[in-house]
Nanobody
Framework: QVQLVESGGGLVQAGGSLRLSCAAS????????MGWYRQAPGKERESVAV???????????DYADSVKGRFTISRDNAKNTVYLQMNSLKPEDTAIYYC?????????WGQGTQVTVSS
């Protein structure tokens, strides 16, 4: 059974940092695109950062414009884990953050972790 389990969310003041982790289990995800999405109250879920599998050997990182220069996505395939380092957090970053693993039509989601940034 495939599971994605997020951790690392919490309450932080504006300007602070958090590191989210997503531990994947149930299969290997080396060739999967893995990323982070978020959903704020009253808003649609949006892509934050995605590491895409490209050309069979390279991962390409894509970031939302709102987080470029502040967030960094990385992955450790040996641990089947993807990370999101979030720096210079802003109140508008407050949302539930979801981990995603995708390959073609196959799509897995974690249960989400709350990130709250106070002003």
């Amino acid at each position: 059974q495939v599971q994605l389990v997020e951790s690392g969310g919490g309450l932080v003041q504006a300007g602070g940092s958090l590191r989210l982790s997503c531990a994947a289990s149930g299969r290997t995800f080396i060739s999967y695109d893995m990323g982070w999405y978020r959903q704020a109250p009253g808003k649609e879920r949006e892509s934050v950062a995605v590491l895409s599998w490209s050309h069979g050997s390279v991962y390409y990182a894509d970031y939302a414009d709102s987080v470029k220069g502040r967030f960094t996505i990385s992955r450790d395939n040996a641990k089947n884990t993807v990370y999101l380092q979030m720096n210079s957090l802003k109140p508008e970053d407050t949302a539930i953050y979801y981990c995603n693993a995708r390959a073609g039509s196959v799509n897995y989601w974690g249960q989400g972790t709350q990130v709250t940034v106070s002003s």
